[in-house]
């Protein structure tokens, strides 16, 4: 009878003797930090391999193709850079594309969980992981824009996940922030899952500079949580790039990998 009570109580309890345990798996913790989120979770964030498409950061390099020349014999050797397949068939208007991880496991539910509860201190985190990779990769940038909200949803949810991460970005990387130069005009249907072809086309049009927004010759580093399809990166390239800025580089926590792709940690 007890041990029945204390299965249903269990995560009940664990809340009641472990206020400020871990919130991805409950254990206690016990560094003094204002992250809560245990080592072990950290630990198993999905890290993405070094090599990776130089376009998008795919790490789905396994089946590689040769970027698209104009003439094999005008390239100078050694000027092939490997990309994945779907760079190989698309462009994006951003330069490129930089993760700090794979989006599954507890680096997933870690972007969940700031999405819907402002936590700042994993904002932080999460900053400080992407200004790094920024500083190692020499991703070069004049400016740091995160990606919009639509205002309807940014009310509904009190805060812009990308922005609380941008902002953290920005004061490690000491450059200017600039959250209101973009603009989501279209909001994101309802919908939780959408195929491919509907992430394109619902972006389509969906951004655009505020009017009298400074970003004339500006090389913009954009921030988002996660990455998909890389339509919304595009979509605010785009918007960017109509609005006269030099250049565009997407810089996301994370990116959503096939399962069969190799990363950094075995799973
Ligand atoms: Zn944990
Ligand atoms: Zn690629």
């Known amino acids: 009878m007890l ?8 995560d009940a309890l664990v809340s009641v003797f472990f206020p400020g345990g871990c919130r991805l798996c409950e254990r206690l913790l016990t560094r003094a930090s204002r992250l809560p989120i245990c080592e072990e ?3 198993a964030f999905p890290a993405l391999p070094l090599r990776v498409c130089p376009i998008c950061g795919s790490p789905a390099l396994a089946a590689t193709t040769l970027e698209p020349r104009s003439s094999e014999s005008e390239s100078p050797p050694g000027s092939e850079r490997r990309t994945c397949l779907d760079c190989a068939e698309r462009t994006y208007r951003f330069d490129c594309a930089r993760s700090y991880a794979a989006y599954r496991g507890t680096l997933a539910r870690a ?17 400080e992981r992407l ?3 920024a500083q190692r990769t020499d991703l070069a940038a004049d400016i740091i824009v995160p990606v919009p909200l639509h205002r309807v949803r940014e009310r509904e949810r009190g805060f812009n996940q990308a922005e609380l991460i941008a902002k953290e970005v920005a004061k490690r990387l000491r450059l200017p922030f600039k959250p209101v130069l973009l603009m989501r005009t279209k909001a994101r249907p309802d919908k939780h899952i959408l195929t491919n072809d509907e992430r394109w086309r619902i972006v389509r049009g969906a951004f655009a500079t505020r009017p009298g927004s400074q970003v004339d010759n500006k090389r913009v580093l954009l921030v988002d949580d996660v990455m998909t399809t890389g339509a919304t990166l595009d ?12 250049s565009v ?6 990116r959503a990998v096939r399962r069969e792709t190799p990363t950094g940690i075995g799973e």
């Open 3 to 10: 041990r029945r009570v204390l299965a249903e109580t269990g």
């Open 41 to 43: 979770c950290l630990g």
């Open 111 to 127: 972007v969940v969980l700031l999405k819907f509860e402002r936590i700042d201190p994993l904002a932080a985190y999460f900053g």
């Open 131 to 133: 200004a790094s990779l």
């Open 235 to 246: 979509a605010c390239a785009g918007a960017l790039l109509e609005a006269g800025a030099k």
């Open 249 to 254: 580089i997407g810089l996301t926590v994370a």
